[in-house]
Nanobody, 122 residues
Framework: QVQLVESGGGLVQPGGSLRLSCAASGNILRFNVMGWYRQAPEKDRELVATITTTGSTNYLDSVKGRFGISRDNDKDEVYLQMSSLKPEDTAVYFC????????????????WGQGTQVTVSS
């Protein structure tokens, strides 16, 4: 079993910063991709940023240059540093983990955290 626990959400003014953290526990395989999705009210869940065990990253276009994803492989934790936040970044942010083969092929089910609310408002 895999569990993901997020922390760090909250209320911030436009232009402010927040740092989200996600800790994975359970049977975590060596090769995996972790990251963040978000879902705003009445919108589909969308990928925000992901990072593989080897450090390859992927970002939603609208957050490039503002958000930075990183991870600590020893702790099985992933972080999302969010800066220059905008009201349109308001959403529930979900931690994500999926296992991979050594060649990067995704395998198995998708694991999700419970979500953490980020609200950007003055």
């Amino acid at each position: 079993q895999v569990q993901l626990v997020e922390s760090g959400g909250g209320l911030v003014q436009p232009g402010g910063s927040l740092r989200l953290s996600c800790a994975a526990s359970g049977n975590i395989l060596r090769f995996n991709v972790m990251g963040w999705y978000r879902q705003a009210p009445e919108k589909d869940r969308e990928l925000v940023a992901t990072i593989t065990t080897t450090g390859s990253t992927n970002y939603l276009d609208s957050v490039k240059g503002r958000f930075g994803i990183s991870r600590d492989n020893d702790k099985d934790e992933v972080y999302l540093q969010m800066s220059s936040l905008k009201p349109e970044d308001t959403a529930v942010y979900f931690c994500y983990l999926r296992f991979q083969t050594a060649t990067g092929i995704l395998v198995g089910e998708t694991h999700w955290g419970q979500g953490t609310q980020v609200t950007v408002s003055s």
